[in-house]
């Protein structure tokens, strides 16, 4: 059964691999695991036939045989669970990845995105110079634990796992915010996540997408 994802036809990040279809693809990479991707113009993605896979309208989503799943989070686990690659093997190291899977989603990750819709959005408004510092001091509390967490590691929990995948999805979101360069451990941490061969071709795959060329490799 070929397994097919959604991603967006025209991505809002304009190919830097900042759409959450990135994390499905690299998950699929560092599986082994081919796949189709079904490119969703922002009409089509609100339609009935795409609705009927995500209730909320938005991609990535997963179709595999009579499964259907929504949310990266919850694919990547899925793709996780059933193809070696992403989660260690015993019971304990397993539940570890997944901790860290949730709180790359949970707890990294919505102070960044905050912060982001705020730059992007409130730019113009009478409140943005003073609601700025506060959404970044946010941001920088939870990277100053996330890095003393990781210390001198390579990886959140000694080898690389589905955790170390969304948490590295999640950092990327602060490039050019000078924020992640406060913390060189967390800059090399992104950096080894980014240069592993799956990622790269994870995200020639969707820079792909928005230059018009095929990816190579």
Known sequence: MTITITAFERSPDRGRGLARDMRVRWALEETGQPYDVRLLSFDAMKEPAHRALHPFGQIPTYEEGDLALFESGAIVLHIAEHHAGLLPDDTNGRARAI?????????????????????????????????????????????AELSSQ???????DDAFSAGDLLMVTVLRRLNGSGLLEEHPNLSA??????????YKRAFADQLAIFTGRPSIG
């Open 99 to 143: 901790a860290w899977m949730f709180a790359a989603l949970n707890t990294v990750e919505p102070p960044i995105v905050d912060r982001a819709m705020a730059v992007l959005l409130e730019a113009g408004k009478s409140w943005h110079e003073e609601r700025l510092p506060l959404l970044e001091d946010r941001v920088r509390g939870r990277l």
């Open 150 to 156: 990781l210390g001198d590691a390579d990886w959140l």
């Open 189 to 198: 941490y992104v950096a080894r996540g980014e240069a592993r061969p799956a």
